[in-house]
Each structure stands twice: as C-alpha cells, then as structure tokens.
C-alpha cells in the first residue's frame, strides 16, 4: 500500500513538471548543443560584436531554468525551486553589476564559478543514473568534459584579474587574454594539445593548468569506467 507521500497526489506540482521535464535523456544533448554554440559562437563573437553579450546573457538564463529543473527532478523537492531561483536571482544581478562596477569584479568571477559547478554536478548525475546507454548519455559525457575546460577558463579568468599576466602570449607583449583567449588555452591545456602560443606566467598559474592536465588524462578513464559499470539497466546487473 503507497503512503500518503507517495501518492501522486501529494507530489507538488513543480516536481512533477520537473520530473516530466528530465523523464527522457534529450535534454543532455539539448544542453550540449547549447553549450558549443556558446563557447565556440557566441563567446568568439562577443568581442566584435557587443550585442552578443545579450544573447549570453539569456543562454546562462536558459541553463539555469534547466538546471534548477533537474535539481527539482533529482531532489523531488517543491522547496528547492524557489530557493534556486532566489540564490540565481541573486548571483546574476552580482554579476551584472559587476560588470559595471569595479569593486565587484572579484565577486562577478566567483559567482561565474558557482552556478557552472552545480550544473556539472547535475550533468554528471544524469549522465550516470540507472539506465541503458544511450547517445544521449554519451552527449552528456562530452559535456562533463567541455565544463571542466569552462570552470579552469573560469578560474584562469579570476587569476588573471588578481595577477595580471598570470596567462600570457608567447610572443610578449602587453596584450591581455579576453574570456574567449581563456577558454582556448584552458581546452588545449585539458586535452594536453597545447600549442605554445599562449604560456601560464604565474606560479599559480603553473599550478592550475598542470593540475588541469592531469584532470584531462585522467578523468575521461575514470568516467568511462564508471559509465560503463553504472549505467547498465537494472536488470543486467542482477
């Protein structure tokens, strides 16, 4: 006999949309597709053409309504909605503002690393639950593996604002490294594809980019071997 929790009716609304929501694995790629075509259209073009930085700016909209939708799915939990949305509320208008105001520049970078670790979290998780493999789930692994690059581009990012130059050119000079600059030295650090052309200065630069190549190496075996192992159906492991 169900419980009373059990019951659907019982179950708040926002957690069954949610839940209907993420019931298929469609949205990993959904998310994937969305996340290349920010990190290698959008991001690219934000420099030459500022208008972009709006479409930036409803993409990172978009992933956290998607974000807390599958934490709400995961959690099954109406109260985590509304606690979501307020703590994204309150990251995004940080982050505004500190694009316009100096003094929160060093809080803008950090909130950037903040929603980018949840939404790996929940990546991850989904990618992984109980279930056959499917092209969608190996979607989801690639974007495991594109976030990683993002959150040590991120991090790259916020170094360079305490220590300008941490990142530099090869060639020298005084040019510095934009959002777009980051991410390719972080992807050619993490696939250990590098090039030269752009070098880590700084000691903690140094630090963070050799602890980045490592997590290249070593995090595709250690996820394949647990996709492998945990994403079987149920019944084929009885």
């Given amino acids: 006999?169900?419980?009373?929790?059990?019951?659907?009716?019982?179950?708040?609304?926002v957690v069954e949309w949610s839940r209907r929501?993420?019931?298929?694995?469609?949205?990993?790629?959904?998310?994937?597709?969305a996340t290349f075509a920010v990190v290698f259209v959008l991001e690219p073009l934000s420099e030459s053409f500022p208008l972009t930085s709006w479409l930036l700016l409803a993409a990172e909209i978009?992933?956290?309504?998607?974000?807390?939708?599958?934490i709400t799915a995961l959690t099954g939990r109406g109260w985590m909605a509304p606690v979501a949305i307020l703590l994204a509320a309150i990251i995004f208008s940080v982050r505004?503002?500190?694009?316009?105001?100096?003094?929160?520049?060093?809080?803008?970078k950090l909130l950037g690393i903040v929603p980018l670790l949840v939404l790996m979290a929940v990546v991850i998780t989904l990618?992984?639950?109980?279930g056959p493999v499917s092209y969608h789930r190996i979607a989801g692994a690639v974007l495991s593996y594109l976030l990683i690059g993002i959150l040590w581009a991120r991090l790259y990012g916020l170094l360079s604002?305490?220590?300008?130059?941490?990142i530099a050119y090869s060639s020298g000079g005084s040019a510095m490294l934009g959002p777009e600059g980051m991410i390719y030295f972080s992807i050619m650090t993490l696939t250990t594809a590098g090039y030269g052309d752009v070098v880590p200065v700084h000691p903690a630069a140094r630090v963070l980019a050799s602890l980045e190549a490592m997590v290249g190496v070593l995090?595709?075996?250690?996820y394949i071997s647990r996709f492998v192992t945990g994403v079987q159906p149920r019944s084929a492991a009885r």
Avoid: K, Q
């Fill in 62 to 70: 978009v992933f956290t309504a998607a974000v807390v939708a599958a």
């Fill in 21 to 33: 929501a993420w019931a298929s694995d469609l949205g990993l790629t959904a998310l994937t597709l």
């Fill in 161 to 166: 604002h305490l220590a300008p130059g941490a």
């Fill in 96 to 108: 505004f503002a500190g694009r316009f105001d100096p003094d929160l520049a060093i809080a803008e």
């Fill in 127 to 130: 990618s992984l639950r109980a």
């Fill in 1 to 13: 006999m169900l419980s009373a929790r059990a019951h659907p009716g019982a179950t708040p609304p």
């Fill in 219 to 222: 995090f595709p075996v250690i």
